[in-house]
């Protein structure tokens, strides 16, 4: 087949107890097809009377990374039964990295048929959410087919939507919207709504899908030509006496194949291998979310004569590694950034084995950052060094829509779409970069020439937000109002040297005044362990301060469970420390998220105790600078 834009090549990722794979083997055609022999399987699928070429790739992985750049896009399979393997959450972020369109198949789903219809529902959705949990980026809807590969059967919702269509006098594609997703019907009104009244008559999207494989499972004899009929499907004499069970699988499987399902998705959701290039060639100039690095240490050589060398060998080490990055290069020593402390400690293992004039290495630490968590009452006011320039501010936590736009690209124009601020777009007047959530907005009323003094502003806006108050780190999360700017008519005495230092010693205050707070990175942690390690993993939980979130015995080694819990990342060293210490557990650790520590930073605490460690690090005076030395008065 010479026409590109028919052949799809594809890879499929899949939890230990799933065949897909071997699924679609069954349809294989002879390798002579012309397809390069790196691919395992080919299979010839007509879709639409026309003909596809599916190249399928499997067992790779010794070596993912490289395997998945022969691929266009992703076929996930997960069972819904048991948590992922740490080794295939490895494999998502990988998936993930590469930008590559994917498709999930949860699997096993009639194994927990007995489960209500709202669990059954939790629990497929919570396994489709773990594809965004574990990767970086933000997807839109995933396309997703549910069914057992045991038994040779799968469908997707669009699959179900032309089955329920006619019922509900809608179109194929609307109904696929309402099956899926926080979608509910009313028995009475016959209409759709997204909120759960609670009443007998309101029923989740979802439920009709489960309630059809239900009648599947428990129908009588007398009615089972009537759902053959429906489908359009006949059962031998044979079949039709089969046990319950066993006759549910072979009317699902005749009215769903897996191999049709599968292959239909993959030839219309995923793309040829020309689009994918052309998508991957978009995408390299937009700013994406950064996987977020937030331990570090800091590297040294001996003497400052041998800098240079640690330099070029970290530089060599850091290109190879991916997982480590170093910044904050200068005499005083090298910055060493990574998500997780195992790839920060075995880079720096391999760093003091290679290097033969020796390193020294800081304590491991993590980064924070600070925001505000009330809106500040009373109003902060700074004048400029020649007391010439005032400028008046309140602060107040941002809105967290507009937070998590600004931490990815984003347009400043649509940037309050759809949020609280949509009706104050025009008084956007500064705007942090992506990656700096904080904005500045202007509530003055009739000043002139405003913006003779916006670069100042930003210089100033940026300083503030780049290092906080507390303790000279990141402020994220807050949004400045500036309420009045006062401006000496003469220009040479309103300049930069006047009006920078004024807004940013006004910010500092906004940020005291308004219940400032310091943020830690809290990480996802996922571990496969024995079980008569339980008690030891929930002692050194504790310790860690650390929240478990699961708890997993169905797996197929015996006495093995997986478990996962959240955990702070100044508390993951230890963690991790000590459960690899435990003979037989694997460990998958990933950023989680940012929370604000409760303890306020300005009265002794925890929080205090943190800031005042962090400013002796970085040369400032330990106690935090008090209110009055940023606040003029008039």
């Not at 170093?326 to 790839?343: K, P, V």
């Not at 970069?433 to 904080?438: I, L, Q």
Request: charged share 25%.
């Amino acid at each position: 087949m010479n026409q590109t834009s028919h052949i799809r090549n594809v890879a499929i990722v899949e939890a230990s107890t799933c065949i897909v794979g071997t699924t679609l083997k069954s349809k294989a055609i002879n390798q002579d097809s012309g397809a390069p022999d790196v691919y395992n399987t080919v299979v010839l699928h007509t879709f639409n009377k026309d003909d596809y070429h599916v190249n399928i790739l499997e067992n790779f992985d010794e070596d993912t990374e490289n395997a998945l750049k022969l691929v266009d896009g992703i076929i996930v399979a997960l069972n819904c039964t048991r948590e992922p393997h740490p080794s295939t959450l490895k494999q998502l972020e990988l998936v993930d990295k590469q930008l590559i369109d994917t498709i999930l198949m949860i699997d096993t789903v009639d194994e927990i048929l007995h489960y209500s219809a709202s669990a059954y529902y939790e629990r497929l959705k919570r396994f489709s959410e773990l594809i965004t949990y574990n990767m970086v980026r933000d997807h839109t809807i995933l396309p997703m087919c549910f069914g057992s590969s045991k038994h040779g059967w799968a469908f997707s919702i669009a699959q179900v939507a032309k089955l329920f269509a006619q019922k509900f006098d809608l179109s194929e594609d609307k109904l696929q919207e309402l099956l899926w997703g926080e979608q509910y019907y009313n028995n009475k009104t016959k209409e759709w709504t997204t909120t759960n009244d609670d009443s007998e008559n309101s029923k989740h999207g979802f439920s009709f899908v489960y309630d059809m494989m239900k009648r599947i499972l428990k129908v009588k004899d007398e009615n089972l030509d009537t759902i053959t009929t429906h489908f359009g499907i006949t059962l031998s004499e044979e079949e039709k006496t089969l046990p319950p069970v066993d006759r549910f699988h072979v009317i699902m499987k005749k009215q769903f194949p897996i191999e049709k399902t599968l292959l239909d998705m993959i030839v219309e959701q995923l793309p040829s291998p020309i689009n994918a290039q052309e998508k991957r060639c978009k995408t390299r100039g937009v700013v994406k979310p950064k996987i977020q690095h937030v331990l570090f240490v800091v590297v040294q050589a001996p003497h400052i004569s041998l800098f240079p060398f640690l330099h070029a060998h970290v530089k060599q080490l850091c290109s190879n590694s991916k997982k480590v990055t170093a910044s904050t290069i200068d005499t005083e020593g090298i910055t060493l950034s990574s998500t997780t402390y195992r790839d920060l400690k075995e880079f720096m293992n391999k760093l003091k084995e290679t290097a033969t004039y020796g390193v020294e290495f800081s304590t491991i630490e993590c980064y924070y950052k600070e925001t505000v968590t009330v809106v500040q009452d009373t109003i902060a006011m700074a004048k400029s060094p020649n007391h010439h320039n005032r400028i008046w501010l309140k602060c107040e936590p941002l809105d967290s829509q507009v937070v998590e736009r600004m931490l990815t690209h984003f347009e400043r124009d649509t940037l309050f779409d759809n949020t609280p601020l949509s009706a104050n777009k025009r008084e956007l007047w500064v705007c942090g970069d992506p990656g700096n959530p904080n904005i500045m907005m202007n509530k003055t009323i009739g000043v002139q020439y405003l913006n003779e003094s916006v670069d100042s502003v930003k210089q100033a806006f940026d300083y503030a937000t780049s290092e906080g108050v507390l303790a000279a780190e990141p402020v994220i999360g807050v949004q400045y109002n500036m309420l009045d700017f006062s401006r000496v008519s003469d220009a040479i005495h309103r300049g930069g040297g006047q009006v920078i230092p004024m807004v940013r010693r006004c910010m500092y205050a906004c940020q005291l005044m308004a219940e400032p707070r310091l943020i830690q990175p809290i990480m996802n942690v996922t571990i496969v362990l024995p079980e008569h390690v339980l008690g030891e993993y929930y002692a050194l939980l504790v310790r860690c301060r650390g929240t478990a979130e699961a708890e997993d015995h169905s797996m197929i080694q015996e006495n093995t469970v997986i478990v996962k819990c959240t955990v702070p990342a100044t508390a993951c060293i230890q963690f991790e420390d000590g459960m690899l210490d435990k003979q037989g557990c694997e460990m998958h650790v990933s950023f989680g998220h940012w929370e604000i520590i409760p303890d306020s930073p300005l009265h002794s605490g925890r929080a205090n105790d943190i800031v005042k460690s962090i400013r002796k690090r970085k040369g400032l005076a330990e106690e935090i600078p008090t209110l009055d030395r940023f606040l003029d008065r008039f």
